[in-house]
């Protein structure tokens, strides 16, 4: 009788071992994601740039992710997927700016610094 209990604990203490090793054999791991993070300047007075809209595309998703610029021009797009990216800068007041095949590994933040031009003031027409 001591022997079949023996043998018991013995087949349970395996199993408790195992079982939870093989399970997580078996899941998928998922990737860490990765980050994105920067500031965006004004490129003659130095200065940040509030409300910029950061665009982030890649084919490794569908859509976009988009942040918005703080009052330090500080940005961060979090929870991106590793792969390749194009970030946009779009302003009202400033020229478009675009940076492509930006590579993102999984589990890094990488920073992006950007500097962008003033648009120029349109010239108002002199009533005749």
């Keep these: 009788m001591s022997k079949l ?9 395996v199993m408790f071992v195992t079982v939870p090793i093989l399970a997580q054999a ?7 994601p ?16 509030s409300d910029v809209a950061v665009i982030a595309t890649s084919p490794e998703f569908q859509g976009e992710r988009a942040a918005v610029a703080d009052a330090l021009g500080r940005y961060r797009l979090p929870l991106l997927p590793a792969g390749t990216y194009t970030l946009r800068f779009e302003h009202p007041d400033y020229d478009t700016y675009s940076r492509s095949d930006i590579l993102l590994r999984a589990n890094r933040t990488v920073r992006v610094k950007v500097q962008m031009r003033h648009l120029p003031k349109p010239v108002e027409q002199v009533a005749r």
Aim: hydrophobic share 55%; charged share 5%.
């Design 34 to 49: 990765g980050v994105f993070i920067g500031t965006i300047i004004d490129v003659a007075t130095q200065q940040p740039i």
């Design 26 to 32: 078996e899941a998928p791991q998922a990737t860490p």
């Design 5 to 13: 209990v023996a043998s018991f604990l013995l087949c349970l203490l």
